[in-house]
């Protein structure tokens, strides 16, 4: 499996933008990148996912980079909720296979 | 429509135990798959169900295993239980083939092992 690389923790304060960047450059070109997030005790959550474009969603935007060796989660108002470990994940393209391999990701924390 | 919940929340065993732990899917998803999250780590995948049977798995030894019945609800079996079992177990599911979809997660069971 494609490996990711996030840095181990950030802050941010509440109501700025967060960037939470992730590397992956050994992508294939049939990988979907996607994030998920972990509330403290619970289990994880969809974030967003995207192939090349950038996506925007409620919670979220994902900047791809045009390489798709690296890709950004945006965050374009954070509050105290948004506190969480938040795992970038690269999603093979195959038929049936819905495994996710998850890495140590960030642990975001917010700054009232 | 439902989310995927979990059973029990929390339970204690002693080595050499045996365990099972229960999920019931969202409503209309045909997958279901294990993960363990040991304290500090991000989820490991333990293995996916599809239409009843197993079709991948990670590194995880035969001790564990699963069923998956036609309600689409599952169930993690894991014999002779060591103290590097203990851990929270995930559940997901998900509608298969729909790879740029999302998978789905209970808030888990946290497993103890004495």
């Known amino acids: 499996d494609a490996k990711t690389t996030q840095p181990n923790s950030m802050e941010s304060n509440e109501e700025e933008p967060v960037h939470l960047p992730c590397n992956h450059s050994?992508?294939?070109?049939?990988?979907?990148i996607h994030w998920y997030r972990q509330l403290p005790s619970q289990g994880p959550e969809y974030v967003i996912h995207g192939l090349t474009s950038n996506v925007n969603n409620r919670m979220a935007s994902l900047a791809i980079a045009e390489d798709r060796k690296s890709s950004t989660l945006i965050l374009h108002r954070a509050t105290l909720r948004d506190a969480a470990v938040y795992y970038c994940?690269?999603?093979?393209?195959?038929?049936?296979?819905?495994?996710?391999?998850f890495g140590t990701g960030t642990r975001l924390t917010i700054i009232p | 429509e439902t989310g995927v919940t979990q059973s029990p929340t929390h339970l204690i065993k002693t080595r050499g135990q045996q365990v099972t732990l229960r999920c019931s899917s969202q409503?209309?998803?045909?997958?279901v798959s294990w993960y363990q999250q040991a304290l500090g780590q991000g989820p490991q995948f333990i293995f996916q169900?599809?239409?009843?049977?197993?079709?991948g798995r990670g590194n995880f030894p035969p001790r564990f295993s699963g069923l998956q019945f036609p309600n689409y609800s599952s169930e993690l079996n894991v014999n002779a239980l060591e103290l590097d079992d203990s851990a929270l177990y995930l559940c997901a599911s998900s509608l298969a083939g729909r790879y740029t979809g999302e998978l789905f997660f209970g808030e888990g069971s946290r497993l103890t092992v004495l």
């Open positions: 409503s209309g998803h045909n997958t």
């Open positions: 050994t992508i294939s070109g049939t990988d979907y």
């Open positions: 169900y599809y239409r009843e049977e197993e079709n």
């Open positions: 994940i690269l999603r093979p393209s195959n038929f049936g296979n819905e495994k996710l391999t």
